[in-house]
Every structure is written in structure tokens, then in C-alpha cells.
């Protein structure tokens, strides 16, 4: 197919083909599985724009990149892709890439634009037509209920690490099932929450721009609570709700192969992978991580082990790069905060209890992006494997994974986006994942990150993640040869098509 075809036609969908009879979690040949879900992600922030209209309240990604200094080349996210007034541009793109599935985000301070009270209907019919569109195109809505834009009036509140905040969110969440769970049946109630707690909380890198351990596990424990909070209300709501994840998770490896090492890397996948699975799951956070002292920073209450244990009825996890982990080396403090490459050192002279300790980084071994994130493709292998093992075999969607390349479009090329750097990173992660299926994974989703070029957090324009180029003069979407790429792989299930 050529750029021409792919942008003035549809093409076949997946289910159109002929394809070889398998089931979910039996990959044929180099096939997946026929029931396979591919699908892209976005997030409400990073891509609509319309930042103060149709009744929204403010965010605390608002305030925080209308601060100075906060975000690079002082850019904000007014007005990005404007995807709150493209909708039907963005939908039309998504079903000619093939796909089934896509993942999004909604704004809470759209549906309460305080974070309480009775919802502000612009922002639930402007989701709800939203949804339509995708349904009327066959592609499966995947919410994301909070993708890191708080509003700010309950961060002014003292945002997550005030426990108020689950009560608060299990009433959006409820509101979310009861106009919108007729027709979502597949939720997220957090995108990478360790994330957003430990930059926002911990290092300060994102809002509120706190850098405080004590704030950070608190924050933690309150998002915990949510989860499940979230889960239950969303779930009395509407009975079709299925519930998941969309963690951010990094395969760790020890260092040295020291039983100081072993057990670091475990404390770092206790804290930064599982940590809320676990207590989904369980009603315990994870014992590598827990003890008296963080479970008394955090304001653990006799009993919070029965609000944390709802079990997800399917896992999901973002995979982006690998880190590798040791015990203490004697570097103190909390480490540097860039987002998706961060280094956490040891937390030795500061109040961390040991049992919070260990010292991660992402090595530079193999290529890097251009966001400098290690290309790994191995590690989506052993991650995938290992959730697998750890948790019994759960259904799994793999709700982000993707890279940052700054290609641009090319006179030469007729305005096309070569980005064959892109294409190589999915096909060699996607091998890893496929090789994971066959193993028994029960893998039904991949969701590349993302449909567009966006706002990327902190970095601003500064990175290019898309599989669409976007020029943010003009709003205009040029789809990349990756793009093509992976409409393909979606249109015949296969990586060699
Ligand atoms: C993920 C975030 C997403 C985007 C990508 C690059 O971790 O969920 O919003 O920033 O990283």
C-alpha cells in the first residue's frame, strides 16, 4: 500500500482476511493470535487542546505549564493536536490504520471541574459522542480514567497525598460508569501511577513539583485506595465494567549477581512495577517493599488491606526500556528526575527506610531514541513472562510501547515521514512479544504509543512518539511510514506482511 492509497481509502480490517484458526494466547507460525487487539493510545492532556472550554476547570497540568520554567522551550498544551475539536479526524485516522482497539484518556476536570460535585454535562456528551464514533467504526473504546491531569482545585486540596482524594475519585469513577457504561466495557482506573507519584511528589519533575519521600508514599497509598475504591463504584455503576491497568513497568535486572543486588532489584519491582497490582490483588502491598517504617509514612489504617483487595480482571502494562538495579552505593538522595530515563540513587543520609532502597538506572548499552530511552526489545520477553508467572497467568494488554524519533516530512519523499528507525523499534518489540505468546502468555492487546506526535509532559514538542507527524502551526496530520507499517501488521496479524 502507498501513502496515496492509505490516506484517501479504508483498508480491508483485520477481520476481512483470511487468517489461520488460533485462539487467544496460541500464536500459529508467525501469526498472532486471530483474536488479537491492535490498537494505539493517546492521553487527554497531551493531545486535545481546548484547555479552558465547554465548562472544564483547570488542571494541575494547566497551572503547571502556565508556570515558567517548568516546561521546555515554554511550551503548553492550549492547544497541541486540538483533538477535543478533531475527533472525527482522529477516529477516521485510527480505523484506516486498521485498528481495533484505542486507548484514551478522559479528562477529569472536564467531567468536574473541581473534582466534586455534579458533572458538567459539555464534558460527558463530548466523551460519550466520542465514543460512538469509535463504535460505529468497530474500533473498541479503552479508557484511561486519569491520565495525570488532576484538578487542580483538589490539588490545592493537597492533592494525592491527602486520602480524601480516593473518596473524591470513586465519585468521578462512579459517574464515569453511570453515562458512559453502557458503551465502555474496558477501563484503566490509572496511567502509570508510580510515575506520577514519585515525579510529582518525590522529585518534583512533574506537578505539583514536591520533593518529598514522605509525600511520595503517601501519595502512593492514597492512589492505592482509589484503585480499588474506583474499581468498586465503577462496577456498581455498570455491570458490563471490566477493570485493569495500565502500569508503567521496566524489566529489572540485578547488576552483580550479589544477593545485596538480587534483593534491590526486588525491592525495585515490588515499588515501581507490581506495586498496586499487588494490592488489587492481594489487599498487601509487596513484601520486598514493605515494613513498619514506609507503611507507617504512608498512613497505612488498620483495615486498609480490605479496601485495597479488588482483583483486576485483567492486567495492563506499559513497556518502554529495562533498568538495571543494585544495593546502596553510597549516593544518597533521590536521583535525577528525568522522565523515562530517570536514576534513582540509593536514598542512603536521607530518612528512606532500607527497605525503600536500592539504586536503578537505564543503561546506554544498546541504541538510544532520540528521548534517550535504550531500545531493549528482549525486555518486553522477560517482562511479559514474568507477570505471567508472578500473577497466574492473567490476560494481559500491553497498553503502551513506543519511540521517540524526530523525523520530519520530506520534499523529496512527497511529503512523506520516513522513520524506518520507528518501524525497526516496533517490529523488534513486537517479535519479543509474539515470542511471549507462544510461550503461553495470554497477551490480547498491543497499544503502540501514540496515534499522534503530542505534548510530551515536561519535554514539551521537544519529542516526536507519533506514528502521525503533526505540525502544531496548522494542526495538519501527515501519517509516517510507520504508520503504514503497522496498518499492515494489523490488516494481516503478521510482523512479516
Ligand atoms: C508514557 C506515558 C505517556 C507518554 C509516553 C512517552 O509513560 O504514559 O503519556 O508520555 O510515556
Known amino acids: 500500500m502507498n501513502r496515496r492509497e492509505f490516506v484517501s481509502t479504508s483498508l480491508l480490517t483485520a477481520g476481512a482476511m483470511t487468517l489461520p484458526e488460533n485462539v487467544l494466547g496460541e500464536a500459529v507460525g508467525s501469526a498472532f493470535p486471530s483474536e488479537f487487539l491492535w490498537g494505539t493510545a493517546t492521553a487527554a492532556f497531551q493531545v486535545e487542546g481546548a484547555w479552558n472550554e465547554d465548562g472544564k476547570g483547570e488542571s494541575n497540568w494547566d497551572r503547571f505549564n502556565h508556570t515558567q520554567g517548568k516546561i ?4 503548553t498544551a492550549d492547544v497541541s493536536c486540538d483533538s477535543y475539536h478533531r475527533m472525527a479526524d482522529d477516529v477516521a485516522l485510527v480505523q484506516r490504520m486498521n485498528m481495533k482497539s484505542y486507548r484514551f484518556s478522559i479528562s477529569w476536570p472536564r467531567i468536574q471541574p473541581t473534582g466534586v460535585g455534579a458533572p458538567n454535562a459539555k464534558g460527558l456528551d463530548h466523551y460519550s459522542r466520542f465514543v460512538d464514533m469509535l463504535l460505529a467504526k468497530g474500533i473498541r473504546p479503552f ?6 491531569d488532576l484538578p487542580q482545585a483538589l490539588e490545592d ?8 482524594l480516593a473518596g473524591y475519585y470513586a465519585e468521578y469513577a462512579g459517574i464515569l460508569g453511570k453515562h458512559l457504561g453502557d458503551r465502555i466495557t474496558v477501563w484503566a482506573p490509572f496511567n502509570m501511577p508510580w510515575t506520577f507519584c514519585y515525579l510529582g511528589y518525590g522529585v518534583g519533575a512533574f506537578p505539583p513539583g514536591r520533593s518529598d519521600y514522605g509525600l511520595f508514599l503517601k501519595a502512593m497509598h492514597t492512589v492505592g485506595l482509589a484503585q480499588s475504591e474506583g474499581l468498586r463504584a465503577l462496577k456498581a455503576a455498570s455491570s458490563k465494567a471490566t477493570v485493569g491497568s495500565a502500569y508503567g513497568m521496566a524489566p529489572a535486572y ?4 550479589s544477593e545485596a543486588d538480587g534483593a534491590a532489584t526486588a525491592r525495585y519491582h515490588a515499588m515501581n512495577n507490581v506495586f498496586f497490582l499487588h494490592a488489587a490483588m492481594t489487599g498487601e502491598y509487596p513484601k520486598a517493599f514493605v515494613g513498619e517504617t514506609p507503611y507507617r509514612q504512608m498512613g497505612f489504617q488498620p483495615r486498609d488491606e480490605k479496601i485495597l483487595k479488588a482483583p483486576l480482571d485483567w ?12 544495593a546502596t552505593n553510597g549516593t544518597g538522595g533521590a536521583g535525577s528526575a528525568s522522565f523515562g530515563t530517570e536514576t534513582e540513587l540509593d536514598g542512603s543520609g536521607s530518612s528512606r527506610d532500607d527497605l525503600t532502597r536500592f539504586h536503578a538506572e537505564m543503561p546506554t548499552e544498546g541504541p538510544l531514541t532520540d528521548a534517550g530511552l535504550e531500545v531493549y526489545p528482549q525486555g518486553m520477553y522477560d517482562l ?3 507477570i505471567s508467572r508472578e500473577y497466574d497467568h492473567p490476560v494481559i494488554e500491553i497498553t503502551e510501547s513506543g519511540c521517540s524519533y524526530l523525523d520530519a516530512p520530506l520534499e523529496s519523499k512527497g511529503g512523506g515521514v520516513p522513520d524506518a528507525r520507528r518501524i525497526a523499534f516496533f517490529r523488534s518489540y513486537l517479535a519479543e512479544l509474539q515470542r511471549a505468546i507462544r510461550d503461553g502468555a495470554r497477551v490480547r492487546s498491543y497499544h503502540a504509543w501514540t496515534l499522534l506526535d503530542n505534548f510530551e509532559w515536561a519535554d514539551g514538542y521537544s519529542q516526536r512518539y507519533g506514528l502521525t507527524y503533526v505540525d ?7 501519517p509516517k511510514d510507520s ?15
Open 315 to 326: 492486567v495492563g502494562f506499559h513497556y518502554y526500556t529495562r533498568r538495571i538495579v543494585s
Open 72 to 75: 521546555r522551550g515554554g511550551a
Open 384 to 386: 511479559v513472562t514474568q
Open 472 to 478: 502544531f502551526r496548522s494542526g495538519k496530520r501527515m
Open 483 to 497: 504508520a503504514l507499517w503497522y496498518s499492515k501488521v494489523a490488516a494481516t496479524n503478521r510482523l512479516d506482511a
Open 157 to 164: 486540596k493537597g492533592g494525592w497525598p491527602n486520602r480524601d
Open 143 to 148: 479508557c484511561t480514567m486519569y491520565h495525570w
Open 254 to 257: 540485578p547488576k552483580t549477581n
